[in-house]
């Protein structure tokens, strides 16, 4: 079992990437993301709780992320691993994921960090404007995103590659080429 995280600024190519790996893989896709939606939607004890965290205008607090994560990790008993998408933001995050796959008997192996510059995100996300309409991809929206990532988010990188577990991959090409790179990443161990 190999568990990975894939990190990149919105635009980076995540979304392409991600396909490509459960595709060849089999990885089960966690976005932290999709959890929240899927817990309010369906109004479970965590969704509740979730609801009424941000209802108050708070962040959600780590502990109830982690409790999602638990439980969608035990679900899937017979993965060949997971793809964290969106998760960690913070270090404080990345050590509380690093304990729960302790606690589960597995480990964060890999981090994918797609490297791609301001402008060369900027581009393909009015690129894919124009393919598909995207709430998130909204410029005020956009602008915000891109911000946390670069100011907030990027500083979990160091934390991994302490422990020589983040490997940095560009980003920018074509799409084979850079899922190549990937690849030789996790199929080298």
């Known amino acids: 079992m190999k568990n990975i995280i894939l990190f990149g600024p919105p635009g980076a190519g995540k979304g392409t990437q991600s396909e490509k790996l459960i595709q060849k893989y089999g990885f ?12 309010t939607k369906n109004q479970t004890a965590l969704g509740r709780q979730v609801m009424e965290v941000m209802n108050s205008g708070a962040l959600v607090p780590d502990e109830i992320t982690i409790a ?3 439980e969608e990790v035990a679900r899937h008993p017979k993965a060949n691993g997971f793809l ?3 998760f960690p933001r913070t270090v404080a995050q990345a050590e509380a994921l690093d304990a729960l796959m302790k606690e589960l008997g597995t480990a964060i192996h890999h981090v994918i960090a797609l490297e791609v510059n301001e402008h060369e995100l900027r581009q393909r996300i009015a690129k894919r404007r124009t393919l598909e309409s995207r709430a998130d991809d909204e410029e005020e929206k956009l602008n915000k995103r891109i911000t946390e990532y670069f100011s907030k988010t990027v500083h979990v990188l160091p934390f991994y590659e302490k422990q020589n577990r983040l490997v940095r991959i560009n980003g920018v090409g074509k799409i084979d080429d850079i899922f190549a790179s990937i690849c030789a990443v996790l199929d080298k161990a």
Request: no cysteine.
């Open 84 to 86: 964290f998408d969106g």
């Open 28 to 39: 089960v896709h966690i976005s932290t993301g999709d959890l929240f939606r899927w817990h």
């Open 68 to 70: 999602m994560l638990r």
